[in-house]
């Protein structure tokens, strides 16, 4: 079993920047996707940005150039350095493990509002 806790979400202005962190309660090289997902209110779960084994990286096109994501094996996390923020990118994001026996896991979601 795998706990993942995200953290970082909150209110940003338009054009602001945000850092989002997952911390999983495993570690050791056993997962085969790390990642990133959001969910809009009255839109379905989308793909924000990935790492597969290998280090292959995949981002949505919405994010591409604006949003990196990193892992820091030291601490266990996945996180995702999130710029130039827009009123779109407001939702709940949630980070997702697949173990390399191919279990999924998610953490419950932080919630991030860019507003005026």
């Known amino acids: 079993q795998v706990q993942l806790v995200e953290s970082g979400g909150g209110l940003v202005q338009p054009g602001g920047s945000l850092t989002l962190s997952c911390a999983a309660s495993v570690s050791g090289n056993i997962f085969r996707l790390r990642g990133w997902y959001r969910q809009a209110p009255a839109k379905q779960r989308e793909l924000v940005a990935t790492?597969?084994?290998?280090?292959?990286?995949n981002y949505a096109d919405s994010v591409k150039g604006r949003f990196t994501i990193s892992r820091d094996n030291a601490k266990n996390t996945v996180n995702l350095q999130m710029n130039s923020l827009k009123p779109e990118d407001t939702a709940v994001y949630y980070c997702?493990?697949?173990?390399?026996?191919?279990?999924?896991?998610w953490g419950k979601g932080t919630l991030v509002t860019v507003s005026t």
């Open positions: 790492f597969l084994s290998g280090g292959i990286t």
């Open positions: 997702r493990v697949q173990t390399l026996s191919g279990m999924d896991y």
